[in-house]
């Protein structure tokens, strides 16, 4: 029973329809994958500081709507800490294409699947318990950038820490912004965004508060910007 009733009401808080965004005229043009052309008509932008790193600024990402597929760059995503690429396309079925270029010049392309974005049965009936035993909902509610966001109470099983979060339902998938934190590449945002053991594909963190950690939603709406990856050669992870 005590898993019952959060799991009711996780379900409830969202209860109205979410809208789904529909492509754009530029997409129908633009978006043609077999010749190394993505679209993404919006983007995700949050503030954010990492107080044990002593870091603070925005992280941008670039969000094909239709697809769930995302687009992260070196300057306005993962900055200095992925320095051998520019940028890192994802999808929600856990692929991962990292371009760069090499130290003889060379455009290069390195591929990688996220398996954990394929979760089982089991996984999943695991995931929905643990966000039951995990995040329990407060009464405070928003609505930002067409987003209803809820807030939880987060807790951990092995410490009695209690952070903030906020979720809301999205009418696309997110996971290709969890899933980052799982490549074997050396990419990774300048905060953790390592909830997909706990939060469904189409619930968006919009704020993240605890001792050492800040980040919100700061922007979401219409931003175009066209990926370009022609060019670039194909190229094995080294181990």
């Not at 709507?65 to 760059?73: D, I, K, T």
Request: glycine letters at 6%; hydrophobic letters at 35%.
């Amino acid at each position: 029973m005590l898993l019952i009733i959060p799991l009711f009401y996780q379900k409830t808080v969202f209860a109205q329809a979410v809208k789904k965004i529909p492509a754009d005229k530029q997409r129908l043009t633009q978006w043609k994958p077999e010749k190394g052309q993505y679209y993404f008509s919006h983007s995700l932008v949050y503030e954010y500081e990492n107080k044990a790193a002593k870091t603070k600024g925005t992280i941008r990402i670039y969000l094909d709507p239709v697809s769930g597929a995302m687009c992260f760059l070196k300057d306005s995503s993962f900055m200095q800490k992925g320095k051998s690429f520019d940028l890192v396309i994802g999808f929600p079925n856990g692929k991962y294409t990292f371009y760069g270029t090499d130290d003889a010049g060379k455009k290069t392309r390195i591929s990688e699947t996220v398996n954990e974005m394929k979760p089982d049965p089991e996984t999943v009936l695991q995931q929905k318990e643990d966000f039951a035993t995990y995040c329990l909902p407060t009464a405070n509610k928003r609505t930002e950038f067409g987003l209803e966001s809820m807030e939880y109470n987060l807790g951990y099983a092995t410490s009695d820490t209690k952070d903030k979060i906020w979720l809301a339902k999205t009418p696309f998938s997110v996971y290709a912004l969890y899933g980052l934190e799982f490549v074997e590449s050396a990419v990774s945002l300048p905060v953790s965004f390592d909830y997909m053991h706990l939060l469904d594909a189409d619930r968006l963190i919009t704020e993240f508060s605890s001792k050492d950690t800040f980040f919100k939603l700061v922007r979401f709406g219409r931003d175009p910007y066209t990926a370009i990856t022609k060019g670039y050669q194909e190229s094995k992870r080294e181990d």
